[in-house]
């Protein structure tokens, strides 16, 4: 009588600078857009936690945000929850553009002052990108990756395997994601309006969710939108609403198709000034307190425009 293998799950980080694939490839491998997506830089600002269970085999894939060099108490906070998250993951997947290949060290990217104690896994993103003779050279011996084609994810994740821990799942092996359905309405509406709004705006605009009756059909939510300044606010609603509209089309389609049933987004906006600097509005929206000074192995970064 054969013993059957033992189950493994793990966390493993998707980290690296901003904008090199991590929110992609996290809805690459779960087969579903839970993190959202844009081709503009600093996208992801809380952590997206995505499932894949294969038999005996449970991914716990954590997004983070990019690990910039933080110009407002925002992105100190954003680079504190990145730190935060890989000091408890059991795998590190340092993302790097292939057409930047080589990678550099990963304590550097993230301006550490040494390794972090958890496995790091080098894997080159965007291979779609590259010309053939280049991605046949970097698949030789490197992890090589296109979440736009969906390659080389059945061979990041036989790597990852054997280096997960051995322990029960912590999941059900039916879920892709763990974070509450209201998450997921702030996030597709800041992909909305990192879709639709031009400049700077996408970066002073937030989501908080009011009401949530999931019951309902349509499923009603109510939603404020948050901007900075007053003229930022009439751009959202747009000539006769048709901006804030817009918006709200748009996340419905990704909301509907996350929930199975039809959505009502009523939105509103509201001016809340300077809130990526202000500690209280960030506590409000999820952004914990930073850690001391010199925890990260850096000062916590400087105030900008």
């Keep these: 009588m054969s013993i059957p293998a033992p189950k493994r799950s793990g966390h493993v980080a998707l980290a690296g600078a901003p904008n090199v694939g991590k929110s ?5 491998i779960v087969g579903q857009h839970l993190a959202i997506v844009s081709p503009k830089a ?5 952590p997206v936690v995505g499932l894949r269970t294969e038999g005996d085999t449970q991914y716990v894939f954590h997004d983070l945000p ?27 997947l340092h993302l790097h553009p292939a057409s930047d290949a080589p990678a550099p060290p990963f304590h ?12 790091v896994l080098t894997v080159y993103t965007k291979a779609d990108l590259i010309s053939p ?3 046949e050279k970097l698949e030789r011996d490197s992890l090589l990756v296109s979440a736009a084609r969906g390659e080389g994810i059945e061979r990041l994740l036989q790597r990852i395997r054997p280096l997960l821990p051995e322990r029960e ?62 003229t930022q606010k009439g751009i959202v609603v747009g000539r006769g609403g048709q ?10 389609g990704r909301l509907e198709e996350l929930i199975g049933a039809p959505v009502y987004l009523d939105t509103w906006v ?36």
């Design 24 to 28: 992609s490839l996290l809805n690459a």
């Design 42 to 46: 600093q996208t992801t600002r809380l």
């Design 66 to 92: 990019g690990l910039l060099d933080p110009g407002y108490l925002m992105q100190v906070r954003m680079r504190e929850l990145a730190l935060q998250e890989l000091e408890r993951m059991d795998l590190i």
């Design 108 to 119: 550097q990217v993230a301006e550490l002052p040494a390794p972090p104690t958890a496995p």
């Design 133 to 135: 003779a280049r991605r």
């Design 169 to 230: 799942f912590e999941f059900d092996a039916d879920d892709v994601g763990t974070q509450q359905l209201r998450f997921f309405v702030a996030e597709y509406l800041r992909e909305a309006a990192f879709d639709l709004l031009d400049d700077e705006l996408p970066y002073s605009f937030n989501a908080e969710v009011e009401e949530f009756r999931e019951a309902e059909r349509p499923v009603y939510i109510r939603v404020t939108l948050f901007v900075e300044r007053e």
């Design 243 to 252: 901006t804030i509209r817009a918006l709200g089309a748009h996340a419905r």
């Design 270 to 305: 509201k001016v809340l000034p300077n809130w990526r600097r202000n500690s209280a509005a960030l506590a409000r929206f999820g952004f914990p307190e930073p850690k001391p000074v010199g925890a990260s192995g850096r000062s916590p970064g400087k105030e900008s425009a």
